[in-house]
């Protein structure tokens, strides 16, 4: 039978244009929702619905037994749920359904994985990995010290505009996700870095260009840094520091950020607020990071541990 899902359709748009310019969500989070909502209307057609509030919870539970068949793992298969819960939020607030299709969905489990960090003496190494002597060097040791200091996004860092920072006062101001500002304070390193860069490295690089640029970082040619080449700066980076390429990335410099922050003794709120995160459970994660260093410190340096600091029996034999 031939299904005429123009009404589906029509409010999967709606809210499709909703969600990118009434809320303000990324491109990306905007064209995800945009991939798992055709895959549930494609689904939809076979079972033939074509109206938003003709949807049952039966539907929504089948879509997901179907995404498990496909192959689709638990958390592919969650992130289609928020968007199916996310239309039909919408739909319920136009009137478009009456009755919520997802109430007693369980959203599939998975546990978040923690972060990936670096220890304070990796990534000291990595801010003297820099060549100080060459002018790139220098653009890459205060791009270092600006992500490491301020937890930045890597977005947030090649986009980060002159007029973004307050070299008097201390902080950047960042314009983040869902293009929500924050304002970051800097400690006193990335401040001497930062000036020395915009003295005597950031006018040279500026001449190169054709066309000026507000970009904090730029380039050989004068251009705005991209995420690119600072991807790879940062991997040859590692190399010279001898840390393993697939250790580091941008990301991972931030996580050290934040995981530092709270063993240091940071509140959390504080952090989150920081880090740009809107929900205080993205940021929880670290707390785990901050546990699980813990963890290996007992287990390497207690006698109790299982680690090597065991104390001996006579005779040089450890104790069991």
């Given at each position: 039978?031939?299904v ?10 709606a809210f499709?244009?909703?969600?990118a310019i009434?809320r ?8 995800a ?8 209307t494609?689904?939809?057609e076979?079972q033939?619905?074509?109206e ?17 068949r ?26 478009l ?21 670096l ?6 190494a ?28 890597v977005?947030?860092?090649v ?46 690089l ?16 004068g251009r705005?840094m991209?995420?690119?080449n ?18 580091v990335?941008?990301?991972?410099l931030?996580h050290?950020?934040a ?23 993205t ?6 990071v ?7 410190t ?15 029996r ?7």
């Open positions: 039978m031939s005429d899902r123009a009404g589906l359709e029509r409010a999967v748009e499709l244009a909703h969600a009434e303000n969500l990324s491109p990306r989070t905007v064209e929702y945009a991939r798992d909502l055709a895959r549930f494609g689904y939809l076979g033939g619905i074509s938003l509030a003709a949807l049952e919870r039966r539907h929504v539970t089948g879509f997901v037994r179907f995404l498990e496909e192959g689709l793992g638990p958390r592919s298969r969650a992130r289609a749920l928020v968007a199916i819960r996310r239309l039909v939020q919408y739909g319920a607030g136009r009137g359904c009456a009755v919520d299709p997802l109430d007693g969905v369980e959203t599939p489990r998975f546990g978040k994985p923690l972060p990936r960090t220890r304070p003496d990796e990534i000291q990595l801010l003297e990995a820099a060549d100080l002597e060459d002018p790139l060097g220098r653009r890459d040791h205060a791009m270092l010290e600006v992500l490491y200091a301020a937890g930045l996004r977005s947030e860092l986009s980060l505009p002159l007029s973004g920072l307050d070299r008097r006062a201390g902080w950047v101001r960042v314009l983040g996700k869902g293009r929500k500002e924050r304002i970051v304070p800097l400690g006193e390193p990335a401040l001497e870095a930062i000036e020395e860069y915009l003295v005597e490295v950031r006018p040279g500026a001449r190169a260009a054709t066309r000026e640029s507000d970009a904090v970082f730029l380039s050989r040619r705005a991209t995420r690119q600072f991807f790879e700066r940062l991997r040859g980076l590692a190399r010279v520091a001898g840390i393993p390429r697939e250790r990335s941008p990301h991972v931030r050290a950020f995981s530092d922050l709270l063993e240091g003794g940071a509140d959390l709120r504080a952090v989150q607020t920081m880090l740009g995160h809107a929900d205080l459970s940021t929880e994660i670290y707390t785990h901050s546990r699980g260093r813990l963890r290996n007992v287990e390497t340096r207690h006698p109790r541990g299982g680690g090597r600091h065991r104390p001996r006579p005779g040089g034999k450890p104790r069991p």
